[in-house]
């Protein structure tokens, strides 16, 4: 069975203060990792996929990058407005579905 | 940007009754999935729909509940006989096609049963 776990489960940083998020995955036949970010009572909204070991990918102040068992999704000098969840996820080889972590609960601080 | 938009926003119902939720998916995707969301917790999958029948569906989604694409715009989320456990976010999610394709989600539904 497909399993994705995400640490820490919260993290607090200054305005500034860089920082990584993890994504541990166990899943057979990867198609792809996703990270979503989600506001207090939205819908996860897409952030990137990745699709093989080695892979990067960068937007403003995000970039996430992939192992054959993790995925990082690092945090530039964040600003408050980065403040969300963010949601990993896997899929893999014979299903449809997506397989959520729990999510890291990000906060920064002005 | 073309998005995936849900109906409604929020609904509360009693307990037993039947509720709907509605979804209408990117219009040029061709998989259609619905996913919860209990509070506090990780984001299931409950469904997975393509070609106008199901393809895949979680232990979640029991004989409650069905999904249909009545027509060439819309997918909807029965729950023939609502629990006090489905209170739940609902989410719609389509994606252009299913092997590593995106997916993309609405905003959401939230279903509070009394």
């Known amino acids: 069975e497909d399993q994705v776990t995400q640490s820490p489960e919260a993290l607090r940083l200054q305005e500034g203060e860089s920082s990584s998020l993890n994504c541990s995955y166990t899943?057979?036949?990867?198609?792809?990792l996703f990270w979503y970010r989600q506001d207090p009572g939205k819908g996860p909204e897409f952030l990137f996929t990745?699709?093989?070991a080695g892979e990067e990918k960068e937007k403003e102040r995000l970039k996430a990058t992939l192992t054959k068992k993790e995925s990082f999704l690092h945090i530039t000098a964040p600003k408050p407005e980065d403040s969300a969840t963010y949601l990993c996820a896997a899929k893999g080889r014979g299903n449809e579905k997506l397989t959520f972590g729990t999510g890291t609960r990000l906060t920064i601080i002005p | 940007e073309p998005e995936v938009t849900q109906t409604p926003s929020h609904q509360v119902t009693q307990m037993g009754q039947e509720v709907i939720l509605r979804c209408v998916p990117i219009s040029n995707h061709l998989y259609f999935y619905w996913y919860r969301q209990i509070l506090g917790q990780k984001v299931e999958f409950l469904v997975s729909f393509y070609n106008n029948e199901i393809s895949e569906k979680s232990e979640i989604f029991d004989d409650q509940f069905s999904v249909e694409r009545p027509d060439g715009s819309n997918f909807t989320l029965k729950i023939r006989s609502t629990k006090l456990e489905d209170s739940a976010m609902y989410f719609c999610?389509?994606?252009?096609?299913?092997?590593?394709?995106?997916?993309?989600f609405g905003e959401g539904s939230w279903l509070t049963v009394v």
């Open positions: 990745l699709y093989s």
């Open positions: 999610a389509s994606s252009v096609e299913n092997s590593g394709n995106t997916i993309y």
């Open positions: 899943v057979s036949g990867l198609r792809g």
